[in-house]
Antibody
């Protein structure tokens, strides 16, 4: 069974950092583009970042460029999102999702709350 | 960036009736070289992650019931549920994946039972 499990969310002060992880099982992470998508409380979906199968290419939404870094460890079947200089507007559930253009598998999400 | 606008924001339909959700993109998402519309639909039930229903505007994801269908081309798209079931209560999102990032979503349409 394909499964994506996020972890690492929590409460952080503005300006702080968090590192999200996504553990994949039931498929080989190395064969897929992977993405992060977020959803602010009570709001819609926002694509955040993606990374190519071998990690050689990354893309980001403008609002997180220079602050967030997506990475992966295919040997450990894991995806990561390093989030620095966090702002209140980054508060959201962060989903790990499989795919480049469309997202056919999603994790349950991890909540990141940025507040003092 | 391409902006996706859905209508209506919310919709109440009786069980067994047809539900129709519209999605409009700020520019065409039809790629002329392959005649494909880079448009997907997702369903998100309360407390759950989104689920991919349709891609290429009209291709159902395996396992998605055939009461769900997608149509449209260019800038105007529709998700239709032919006979609403209780388990279809959810928020529905369209998403474009044309050209370069960001791959934007519509604001969502909340579907309820009348």
């Amino acid at each position: 069974e394909v499964q994506l499990v996020e972890s690492g969310g929590g409460l952080v002060q503005p300006g702080g950092s968090l590192r999200l992880s996504c553990a994949a099982s039931g498929f080989s992470l190395s064969t897929y583009y992977m993405s992060w998508v977020r959803q602010a409380p009570g709001k819609g979906l926002e694509w955040v970042a993606n990374i190519k199968q071998d990690g050689s290419e990354e893309s980001y939404v403008d609002s997180v460029k220079g602050r967030f870094t997506i990475s992966r460890d295919n040997a450990k079947n894991s995806l990561f999102l390093q989030m620095n200089s966090l702002r209140a507007e980054d508060t959201a559930v962060y989903y790990c999702a499989r795919g480049l253009w469309t997202f056919d598998q999603w994790g349950q999400g991890t909540l990141v709350t940025v507040s003092s | 960036d391409i902006v996706m606008t859905q209508s209506p924001d919310s919709l109440a339909v009786s069980l067994g009736e047809r539900a129709t959700i519209n999605c409009k993109s700020s520019q065409s998402v039809l790629y002329s070289s392959n005649n494909k519309n880079y448009l997907a639909w997702y369903q998100q039930k309360l407390g759950q992650p989104p689920k991919l229903l349709i891609y290429w505007a009209s291709t159902r994801q395996p396992g998605v019931p055939d009461r769900f269908s997608g149509s449209g081309s260019g800038t105007d798209f529709t998700l239709t549920i032919s006979s609403l079931q209780a388990e279809d209560v959810a928020v529905y999102y369209c998403q474009q994946y044309y050209g370069s990032v960001p791959y934007s979503f519509g604001q969502g349409t909340k579907l309820e039972i009348k």
